[in-house]
């Protein structure tokens, strides 16, 4: 992602308060004055401003996102044909499979939820709708970058590079490579605790004639995706339900 030429510096003072408030699920004027190198006085008007606007609430001294963040990110999901023609594809991966089911697509490099749906036995995972994650390390992100062209993937991995997620993450360029030539093969990704150890989940592709939206999948304990299971069983259910995506988006 290019940087901007002329970067607008109020506007990164905002971008950098909400992140803060983000990450720290809520933080009062002085520890954002603190912790952002920031004058008490420019905090108190900012977070002021995005408190008119709903942007943020304040409970006693603290102050936290509002839900004009959801109203918004719930407003472009419906947006996308993606999303509306995956969700009941997903509906169903869950209820067939008793587990977690995924849906995925890339954004600036990274893999970005849009959706999931936990089956009886689902997994109570991290996964939720904006969440992001490097596609290499998860098999819905293998997914998408086996078919993006080369120039894409090599642009990906310069922008993000191959972190170590867990022991088991594929962070050596050349074996990521012939592991997404072996994706394009079987219409499948593995992920083998790559992203998250005791977890496995198997991730399939969905895409137009001219490029990959993104991935759907399931996801696991290692001790109910194992044999069969992991290797034909799944596989099927996550590729069917990929081609009645693509037909449903091809053929509205």
């Not at 719930?74 to 067939?96: I, N, S």
């Not at 069983?233 to 996550?238: N, Y």
């Amino acid at each position: 992602m290019s940087e901007a030429k002329y970067p607008v510096r109020t506007t990164e003072t905002t971008l950098s308060i909400i992140e803060e408030l983000r990450t720290s699920d809520g933080s009062g004027v002085t520890e954002l004055s603190d912790t952002l190198g920031l004058a008490k006085s420019a905090v108190h008007n900012h977070l002021n401003t995005l408190r008119q606007h709903g942007y943020v609430i304040k409970d006693d001294d603290e102050y936290r996102l509002g839900l004009k963040f959801l109203e918004i990110g719930g407003f472009l999901r419906h947006q996308m044909t993606l999303f509306k023609t995956a969700e009941p594809q997903v509906d169903w991966l869950a209820e067939e499979t008793d587990e977690l089911a995924n849906l995925l697509m890339e954004e600036n490099g990274k893999g970005v939820y849009l959706y999931r749906a936990k089956g009886k036995e689902g997994l109570d995972y991290d996964t939720y709708a904006g969440k992001r994650k490097y596609l290499h390390a998860t098999s819905l992100g293998k997914a998408i970058l086996a078919h993006m062209n080369d120039d894409r993937v090599e642009a990906v991995i310069d922008q993000h590079g191959l972190p170590q997620v867990t022991d088991s993450t594929i962070s050596d360029e050349n074996e990521l490579y012939a592991e997404l030539a072996e994706i394009r093969d079987r219409g499948v990704a593995f992920d083998d605790e790559e992203a998250t150890p005791g977890v496995r989940c198997v991730a399939a592709p969905v895409q137009t004639e001219e490029e990959v939206l993104g991935s759907i999948s399931i996801s696991a304990p290692v001790n109910r995706m194992r044999g069969d299971r992991f290797r034909e069983a799944v596989p099927d259910k996550v590729r069917r339900a990929a081609n009645v995506i693509e037909l449903n988006i091809k053929y509205p």
